[in-house]
């Protein structure tokens, strides 16, 4: 078709997968970070094994503030940092850091209040057994909470999806940033439909994959 006539499907293609370079990456090291970031805040939290005041207040301040920042304003604010840890603050390698930065203290968040919904008793009972915290994290927290956890990871994954897009504003690439440099800066409304649909279908697909696993590992 006429109207599709400035859609190359090889450059579509070479977004995508860059697309899904950059989600893979990002996804990896935001639950890499975010997931032990949880734990402690659960742990650090009043009432819990290792309820400390001054820690929990601190992590919560870094955590609220990351998730305050507009991530288009956070992709700029990081570049320095971005430039320094990687060599540079643009393509795909560029991308990575600061989508980190904005998604693990999110996952973080999520994982502390899918901790928060264990039953205390659970935990109460291995304390009484002289499990270590080590012990009640490995052993209790995390496969009682592994339903909600991958509930959490889908919520993050998806979200990563919308950054990764976002992050063509700074030539992050992808898809996001084939839509901004073709659809948008050189008025070409084709491409910008066909980098829409193939993100709202990676959503689609990644969505049906997190809630199949969730069913799955449910003892409901």
């Known amino acids: 078709m006429d109207w599709f006539k400035n859609v190359d499907p090889q450059e579509i293609w070479q977004a995508t997968q860059d697309t899904l370079t950059i989600l893979g990456m990002s996804t990896l090291f935001t639950i890499l970070a975010g997931l032990p970031l949880g734990i402690i805040l659960f742990m650090t939290s009043k009432g819990q094994v290792l309820q400390n005041r001054i820690v929990?207040?601190?992590?919560?301040?870094?955590?609220?503030?990351?998730?305050?920042?507009?991530?288009?304003?956070?992709?700029?604010?990081?570049?320095?940092?971005?430039?320094?840890?990687?060599?540079?603050?643009?393509?795909?390698?560029?991308?990575?850091?600061?989508?980190?930065?904005?998604?693990?203290?999110?996952?973080?968040r999520l994982v502390e209040t899918t901790l928060r919904e264990i039953d205390k008793g659970v935990i109460e009972a291995?304390?009484?057994?002289?499990?270590?915290?080590?012990?009640?994290?490995?052993?209790?927290?995390?496969?009682?909470?592994?339903?909600?956890l991958l509930a959490s990871m889908t919520i993050t994954t998806v979200t990563l999806v919308s950054y990764t897009a976002m992050s063509g504003i700074i030539g992050g690439?992808?898809?996001?940033d084939l839509a901004i440099r073709y659809g948008h800066y050189r008025f070409m409304p084709d491409v910008m439909v066909v980098t829409v649909i193939i993100l709202i279908i990676l959503?689609?697909?990644?969505?049906?994959?997190?809630?199949?696993?969730?069913?799955?590992?449910s003892r409901k």
């Open 203 to 217: 959503v689609q697909l990644l969505q049906i994959l997190g809630d199949r696993l969730v069913i799955r590992f």
């Open 126 to 148: 291995a304390k009484a057994m002289g499990a270590s915290s080590w012990q009640i994290v490995r052993k209790v927290l995390l496969p009682e909470s592994l339903p909600g």
């Open 56 to 108: 929990y207040a601190a992590l919560s301040v870094v955590v609220n503030i990351l998730r305050s920042v507009p991530f288009v304003i956070l992709m700029i604010l990081v570049m320095p940092f971005t430039k320094l840890l990687v060599g540079t603050s643009i393509g795909i390698r560029g991308s990575i850091p600061p989508l980190v930065i904005a998604a693990a203290p999110f996952f973080a």
């Open 173 to 176: 690439g992808g898809l996001g």
